[in-house]
């Protein structure tokens, strides 16, 4: 089935960097854009931003721009996402979500998630 | 960016009663490009409606989307006792995609 598979949990000190891995299985890895979520503690969803695997065009929200790469390997079907200079405020569930449609432009509902990564921030 | 904001925070209900979401948009959301998720405690969302009232595979007819512009709801009829959780819409029609805060729909 369709499935993505996301890394294990980390724990970052501050001005750290992470790098969260996201597996897609059971459909065309290069068909499909890659969204990146996060849910800090008791919060709601925030989209930081979306890669095309198909063409690598890129959408980032203003206030990670900077400090977030997001990347995606074909030959393992792997999306990454690495968030630099690490705070506290960082520290979230951090969800990779597929597009619904295929060739999207980054605007487009989620229908599949990963599992979510936790993120911990801490001196 | 095009701020949503969902009410009421919390609707306590009991099963077999109908849930009615609110989800209205700071500005119109462009198509219609209006999603709706459901998440549970530890667990990632999962995709009920697109497009405002389109539902996604495998969901219930229980669940139903309508609106337009900026104003969009979500309805469960009959609630059922796994439908307890947290709904969140999600506009998609500009960048960024932003997130309402979240319904709490709980047992009454």
């Known amino acids: 089935q369709v499935r993505l598979v996301q890394s294990g949990a980390e724990v970052k000190k501050p001005g750290a960097s992470v790098k969260v891995s996201c597996k897609a299985s059971?459909?065309?890895?290069?068909?499909?854009?890659i969204n990146w979520v996060r849910q800090a503690p008791g919060q709601g969803l925030e989209w930081m931003g979306w890669?095309?695997?198909?063409?690598?065009?890129?959408r980032y929200v203003p206030k990670f721009q900077g400090r977030v790469t997001m990347t995606t390997d074909t030959s393992t079907s792997t999306a990454y996402m690495e968030l630099r200079s690490l705070r506290s405020d960082d520290t979230a569930v951090y969800f990779c979500?597929?597009?619904?449609?295929?060739?999207?432009?980054?605007?487009?509902?989620?229908?599949?998630w990963g599992q979510g990564t936790m993120v911990t921030v801490s001196s | 960016e095009i701020v949503l904001t969902q009410s009421p925070g919390t609707l306590s209900l009991s099963p077999g009663e109908r849930a009615t979401l609110s989800c209205r948009a700071s500005?119109?959301?462009?198509?219609?490009?209006l999603a709706w998720y459901q998440q549970k405690p530890g667990q990632a969302p999962r995709l009920l409606i697109y497009?405002?009232?389109s539902r996604a595979t495998g969901i219930p007819d229980r669940f139903s989307g309508s609106g337009s512009g900026p104003d969009f709801t979500l309805i469960i009829d009959r609630l059922e006792p796994e439908d307890f959780a947290v709904y969140y819409c999600?506009?998609?029609?500009?960048?960024?995609?932003?997130f309402g805060q979240g319904t709490k729909v709980e047992i009454e």
């Open positions: 979500a597929r597009d619904r449609y295929y060739y999207g432009s980054g605007l487009e509902a989620l229908d599949i």
């Open positions: 059971g459909y065309t890895f290069s068909s499909y854009g």
């Open positions: 890669i095309s695997v198909y063409n690598g065009n890129r």
């Open positions: 500005l119109s959301v462009s198509n219609n490009y």
């Open positions: 497009g405002a009232s």
């Open positions: 999600q506009q998609y029609g500009s960048s960024p995609q932003t």
